[in-house]
């Protein structure tokens, strides 16, 4: 007879939290976070070996929202904070929640960084192509001759 226990077996319901979702009506981020939930379950890892780092932007409320670890960063930081965790962690199973200005504005050289390095941690970019929180500045991603406020 074996005495091995099974893993626990989550659902969706398992990673999502009581905090209010801020995210303006009709946002994409909704659809990604309840893909992500979705999906976190059918990877058979621990939710406790989950670690959700995020920065700065509306992307980044990411973690409030996952019934996992998390870490919100500064501006840009989130690939230089998950690269250390993943490299003093390798167990962890470390995902960067982030946006087109945070991960390839400010963020840009972090990024291209902890990618070259190939450590591990996965990325959630998401690309909205104008930086939402400040409601419609240019971005990194915007399309060429986009009107924006900061491009009138």
Same mark, same amino acid.
């Given at each position: 007879?074996?005495?091995?226990?099974?893993?626990?077996?989550?659902?969706?319901?398992?990673?999502?939290?009581?905090?209010?979702?801020?995210?303006?009506?009709?946002? @994409?981020?909704?659809? &990604?976070?309840?893909?992500?939930? #979705? %999906?976190?379950?059918? $990877?058979? *890892?621990? =939710?406790?070996?989950?670690?959700?780092?995020?920065?700065?932007?509306?992307?980044?409320?990411?973690?409030?929202?996952?019934?996992?670890? @998390?870490?919100?960063? &500064?501006?840009?930081?989130?690939? #230089? %904070?998950?690269?250390? $965790?993943? *490299?003093? =962690?390798?167990?962890?199973?470390?995902?960067?929640?982030?946006?087109?200005?945070?991960?390839?504005?400010?963020?840009?050289?972090?990024?291209?960084?902890?990618?070259?390095?190939?450590?591990?941690?996965? %990325?959630?970019?998401?690309?909205?192509?104008?930086?939402?929180?400040?409601?419609?500045?240019?971005?990194?991603?915007?399309?060429?001759?986009?009107?924006?406020?900061?491009?009138?």
């Amino acid at each position: 007879m074996t005495t091995a226990t099974l893993p626990p077996v989550y659902t969706k319901k398992d990673f999502q939290t009581d905090q209010e979702v801020r995210w303006c009506p009709g946002c @994409g981020d909704y659809a &990604i976070l309840s893909a992500v939930q #979705a %999906v976190f379950p059918e $990877l058979g *890892i621990p =939710r406790e070996k989950f670690v959700v780092v995020s920065g700065i932007g509306c992307s980044s409320r990411f973690p409030y929202y996952m019934n996992t670890f @998390g870490f919100h960063t &500064i501006h840009g930081r989130a690939p #230089a %904070v998950a690269t250390g $965790l993943k *490299i003093s =962690r390798p167990d962890l199973d470390v995902w960067i929640a982030t946006g087109d200005g945070d991960a390839l504005s400010i963020g840009g050289n972090h990024t291209i960084h902890m990618l070259r390095r190939n450590i591990g941690v996965k %990325v959630l970019l998401f690309n909205n192509r104008i930086y939402g929180l400040t409601k419609g500045q240019y971005s990194p991603t915007s399309e060429l001759g986009k009107k924006a406020k900061s491009t009138p």
